[in-house]
């Protein structure tokens, strides 16, 4: 299989300059960009901001005397380094969840099986209840299987996501069968062809399953709660948690603690957001 | 390319799963007569370690405490009952109580099992929930541990200015002080009701002498001492003296003046000492006005002991202990949290706090809401939910008030 | 043969693991529903009584049910298009070039996606307050009278739903531009020779080819926002008077806060039962679609 390029027509050179539409489309987006991401400046801000300042008003953006007390408390309050050993152990936990539930998108997608309507439809399904009810009868499964009080016991009501399958399905569903074809006739075993011709090809769909996963696991907040029976084994937004009071909370430490959370967030997905939206080149095989 | 990154992960995530397994090592071992389990809410684990201390040291008990966030406190217990894994003591919020109790969990407090232990005699804790303040059925299943209640709060400064030289001191006094700060201007208000306080027109009522609860034990809202609470409250709506919208912020009304006046708890103090410190000096905080009386909300939580706890000696040692007045004190300086023990209350080094000193004058003279099945999803929210409609969206008072007598006069303590 | 089994193979620890965790909670809910289970039924099974269909009885006949359902319906139709059209837009928009500038604007779109609804509500509960919030002080500046963004039962559901369709942009814009990546460029390139403008090549070549993101796109978000929680829990507990509980916060105020496992399992089945039967009809309405 070759891959077609781009052929540049002989004399024709390719234009350097951005045309007007960009430049319009650009600054629009950069506007939307602006005001979407604004409560988002305000958070930031709002967590350096002192508590007086929090209750001002008329209300400013920017903090006049800014303030990393609440940051401060929040690594000496917070069981801070156990906390975040115990949400990454989630998240790579799941990361392998993932590769799951590629391979059941690949099944979905791509083969005529007997009650795969069905089966799919379960999947879908299982996006359809409140987690509440799930609650109680997973508590009381993990507990048979003798899983609380352990990572693998947090991790594992969450591994999988009808969501991601779908996810998963729909793209896999665009990726010509000529190529699987053409692979099984050249000899290729099954699982081989999943992981040397369909995971690389789903590139894209796979770098926004790695960051959904990261996001996941990183606010994983209902399992680590109720499965753990001591401290140890919370997340860090359980740990966020513990410090909002009855009634009375802090705003600015609210703020900070949700700034912390959302900036690991922040940098996987910039450093994903490459693999996105990288393109590739569907050769003339279509 | 993409295998080897895939091999890495899997090995990553495989030795994450290796890494899982070791870290709880083998879980957790029923509790050996020698250790306990306690729930805290919030963030409050490590100051009551530090409480404590001495008694792991003199009883040989070792004890781990873990903290339960606030919100998540129904999830916890949920699937403990679940399970029937408990912890061998919990914190419990008063409003959580009748719930908790209902489930039938919890370790029954008779005066049998408390016979050994002195700090724990009924006659040590304040009125308000000593003994079958907090009985649910007759039977008592927690014991106080810390309070809270609510006290008025008035911008001193700002009251000097409109001609009223002190905190009202009855209630039509509050309606009329009011009344004339609302006249400052536009935007300004007197008072301020909050629409999600099923207490206050509790504590109104209470304060009007009247009672909630009948002698039958059943909600009964058709008193006439109600009916004077439900003038008062839907008068100070008419008067133009609060503010008619549900988000707004009492701490902020507070420190901008906007409500000059509020009925709220410590912890408004905390936010308003430490949000704004130049009004030290020109606000107060003084015990509630009073009609017939002037009873306040008492709230705070208990500390209950898992039914199927493995070490009931050792719990109701550790209860016995933080009961004790020194260390109620103690705990005061260590968490912020109010004692239940009277001794506790009358102690020098709290009172010397002139704002504790209001507190504990109020705490003398406060009763908890009634115990009741749910009271703030359902007989709570029906008070709120008419009171809301006539003075929010005008609805016929005598109908609505009539709806709601209806509709909660089945529900009962018992 | 080998293909035979493939797909089983490919599915199952997946399957396994859904049904264990997703689809047994929901017949165990159905069982649970036909009964009065609460908190002490829950510690001790003998306490538990089957009372036939009198959870659904008292389930609709309850008025707050109704209203739940019908400010459901509202935030969905509301709020569906919303999101689907406008992360549509912007997914192509944002496509339009490669550059820095534009790879830099996908993370201020993807922000509220990643931000923790603790810090949304406080951040958006502070913009929309009545007397204190930016909106108004805003709105004060220019003269206008404040509004009640959030006190208001017809101004609160648009702005509970807004602050809603803020938040689910970022994932659909960024399944969007990975969908984007999939139109082949000769297509677009052949069309333009052709003398396509760019309108007619985006109406005409690249949304039916992302018709596969399209689907799945609009079945997510219709789940979803019939179980609408987050924001109307955060922002404003279903307030003002039950002007904008949906109806998962029903259920959540009314059975599990309550402990009345029965009865909110029963409102969960028919939450369940709805939202499987809209998603039936999407996807029976997509059957005749071209398979790739």
Known sequence: MSTTELRIRPGVRRPRKISITTIVIGALLAVGAFATAFPFIWMVFASVKPRSESVAYPPALLPQEPTFEYFRQLFVELDFGRYLVNTLAIVIISMLGLLLMAAAGYGFAKFRFRGRDALFFLVLVTMMIPVQVTMIPTYLILNGMKLTNTLVGIALPTLVSGFSIFLFRQFMATIPTEMIEAARIDGAGEWRIFFRIILPMSRPILAVQVVLTFIAGWNSFLWPLIIANDQRLYTLSVGVALLNQQIATNPSLQMAASTLMVVPILIVFIVFQRYVVQGFALSGLK | ?414 | MRQRIAPYGFIAPAMILLIAFGVLPIAVALLVSFTDMNLAGLGNWSRIQFIGVDNYVKLFGDAAFWQSLGNTAFFAVLGVPSVIILSLVIALALNRSQNRFFRMLRSFYFVPAITAIVAVALVWGYLYNTQFGLFNYLLSLVGLPPVPWLSDPVVVKFSVAAVAIWRGLGLNVIIFLAALQGVPKEYLEAASIDGAGSIRRTWSIVIPLLRFAIFFVTITTVIAWLQFFDEPFVLTKGGPLGASTSIALFLYQKGFSSSQFGYASAGSVVLFLIIAIITLIQLRARRADVDY
Request: one cysteine or more; a negative charge.
């Open chain 2, 1 to 414: 390319m993409k295998r080897n990154r895939l091999a890495a992960v899997s090995a990553v995530a495989i030795a994450g799963i290796a890494l899982a397994g070791c870290s709880t090592g083998g879980a957790d071992d029923p509790a050996a007569s020698g250790s306990l389990t306690v729930w805290v809410m919030g963030d409050s684990s490590e100051h009551f370690d530090e409480l404590i201390a001495p008694f792991e040291e003199s009883s040989g008990i070792d004890v781990e405490t873990v903290a339960i966030p606030w919100d998540s406190i129904d999830q916890k217990f949920t699937t403990a009952v679940a399970s029937g894994n408990g912890p061998d003591i919990l914190q419990i919020g008063i409003s959580k109580l009748r719930t908790f109790a209902d489930s039938g969990a919890l370790l029954s407090l008779d005066d049998a099992t408390l016979a050994d232990y002195p700090n724990l005699a009924s006659s040590n804790f304040i009125d308000g929930v000593a003994g079958d303040a907090t009985a649910i059925g007759g039977e008592v299943v927690s014991i106080p541990w810390v309070s809270d209640t609510r006290v008025l709060f008035t911008r001193t400064d700002i009251l000097a200015e409109n001609g009223i030289d002190a905190p009202p001191a009855t209630w039509d006094e509050l309606r009329a002080d009011a009344k004339t700060l609302a006249g400052r201007g536009d935007g300004q208000y007197g008072y301020y009701i909050p629409q999600w306080d099923s207490a206050l027109p509790v504590v109104m009522t209470w304060d009007q002498g009247g009672e909630v609860v009948n002698g039958d034990g059943f909600i009964d809202f058709d008193t006439p001492e109600f009916d004077k609470a439900v003038d008062l409250y839907t008068g100070l709506y008419a008067d133009g003296s609060v503010p008619t919208n549900s988000d707004f912020d009492q701490t902020q009304g507070f420190i901008s003046g906007v409500a000059p006046m509020l009925v709220s708890g410590p912890y408004l103090a905390a936010a308003i000492a430490d949000a704004a410190p130049e009004l030290d000096g020109k606000w107060s905080v003084s015990v509630l006005p009073e009609a017939a009386d002037n009873t306040s909300l008492l709230a705070g939580s208990n500390l209950g002991v898992w039914g199927a706890t493995k070490n009931k000696d050792g719990a109701l040692q550790l209860l016995d202990f933080v009961s004790d007045p020194a260390n109620q004190v103690s705990w005061f300086g260590i968490d912020g949290q109010l004692p239940t023990a009277k001794a506790a209350l009358a102690d020098e080094t709290l009172t010397a706090d002139p704002l504790v000193a209001v507190y504990s004058e109020q705490l003398a003279n406060s009763r908890i809401l009634p115990l009741v099945p749910n009271w703030d999803g359902e007989t709570g929210k029906a008070l709120l939910d008419a009171l809301n409609a006539i003075v929010l969206t005008g609805a016929d008072r005598d109908q609505t008030l009539q709806a709601l007598i209806d509709a909660t006069s089945s529900t009962s303590v018992n």
